[in-house]
């Protein structure tokens, strides 16, 4: 079984800051995608950006040039950089690492972007 932690979430102003960490317990053979999504009360979970196991960083429309995602094989770990936080980014964010037919999700951190 392999467990992944999300940090980094919180309250933060509009236009500010955060940035959310993943750490898996463990990996498995191979390179896995890895994506952050995010979901709201009454609405589906949505993907926010991925990394393919191979092939191109995609990123959703409504985060385009605030966020950044990244990973760093070596820590088995993932990142989320936002930036220019706006209110409709409040949500509960999930990482998801996936090999083939294998997915994980971490418990979810909540940001909240509130004056």
């Known amino acids: 079984q392999i467990q992944l932690v999300e940090s980094g979430g919180g309250l933060v102003q509009p236009g500010g800051s955060l940035r959310l960490s993943c750490a898996a317990s463990r990996i498995l053979v191979g390179i896995p995608a890895v994506g952050w999504y995010r979901q709201t009360p009454g609405k589906e979970r949505e993907l926010v950006a991925s990394i393919p196991s191979r092939g191109i960083i995609t990123y959703a429309d409504a985060v385009k040039g605030r966020f950044t995602i990244s990973r760093d094989n070596a820590k088995n770990r993932m990142y989320l950089q936002m930036t220019g936080l706006k209110p409709e980014d409040t949500a509960v964010y999930y990482c998801?690492?996936?090999?083939?037919?294998?997915?994980?999700w971490g418990q979810g951190t909540q940001v909240t972007v509130s004056s």
């Open positions: 998801n690492w996936s090999w083939g037919a294998l997915t994980y």
